[in-house]
């Protein structure tokens, strides 16, 4: 449960960050969260990618890959700062040239079989939700939530325009920390992709559902061989210095600022 404990502090320094800063943006909490959890977490490594913001079209800020032995799962993160108060609903329907960003996510994700989710940063202390059942939960040091984008899209986007409430959204979320935390994750010493798995099967249910038809496509996301970019950053994670990484990979690499990598082999 070690990685379970960096993730709880981490989540609880980003509550304390925002309670005595309000203003802070979800760009500075996500280099601090995910550059804190390569730090501390086993396993865990992040890459920041060089390319300009602006150059990006699906609406990802970093891909997240969790790798088993056997198959891996792949998400597709946009992170989104929400406000107590504030309406959420044009953040969440936010749009540039490339047209809605929630669009793009979800197409991109569909497209080269990833899961789309986002990140909710948001004023802690007023939310008491569960890792999907009872287990130890702060919610004064709880500030981070993850959410399916297709229900996002499903509950807020897709209906008739209305004000949408942080607690709204909050409500179809669960905190960040249940992905290496809750009972109906990993269970077991072997802590395999399976059971990771069924924990988005079974409380991310939307996140496989084709937006057009409905389908649930139980495969989505999951990897049976990675792809090279994958690969490379995993085996080469020790060596510190990847100035030829983006050069090399360049075709492969998701559009989107950087890539997080958990590796679960050392202790399947």
Request: net charge negative.
């Amino acid at each position: 449960m070690i990685n379970c404990y960096h993730f709880r502090a981490a989540t609880a320094y980003v509550a304390g960050w925002i309670s005595a800063q309000s203003s802070v943006g979800e760009e500075s909490i996500t280099d601090w969260l995910l550059y804190d959890l390569s730090a501390k977490v086993s396993g865990l490594k992040y890459l920041k990618f060089t390319k300009p913001q602006e150059a990006r079209v699906t609406g990802a800020d970093w891909e997240w890959w969790f790798i088993g032995n056997q198959q891996s799962l792949r998400l597709r993160i946009q992170a989104k700062r929400l406000r107590l108060g504030i309406d959420a609903y044009p953040s969440l329907a936010y749009s540039n040239q490339h047209g809605l960003q929630i669009d793009k996510l979800l197409d991109d994700a569909r497209a080269n079989n990833a899961l789309a989710f986002y990140v909710i940063y948001v004023e802690p202390g007023h939310y008491a939700q569960l890792c999907g059942g009872p287990v130890p939960h702060e919610p004064l040091n709880q500030a981070i939530y993850l959410a399916a984008a297709n229900t996002i899209n499903r509950r807020f986007i897709s209906p008739a325009r209305r004000h949408v409430s942080v607690d709204d959204v909050v409500e179809h979320s669960n905190p960040i920390e249940c992905l290496v935390c809750c009972p109906y994750t990993f269970q077991t010493a072997k802590k395999s992709i399976d059971e990771l798995d069924q924990f988005v099967n079974r409380y991310f249910r939307d996140s496989r559902v084709d937006g057009n038809s409905d389908i649930v496509e139980e495969r989505r996301g999951l990897y049976e061989e990675l792809p090279g970019y994958v690969s490379s950053l995993v085996d080469h994670s020790k060596d510190g210095r990847f100035e030829w990484y983006e050069r090399e990979f360049s075709d492969q690499l998701p559009d989107a600022d950087g890539i997080v990598t958990l590796d679960l082999r050392s202790v399947e």
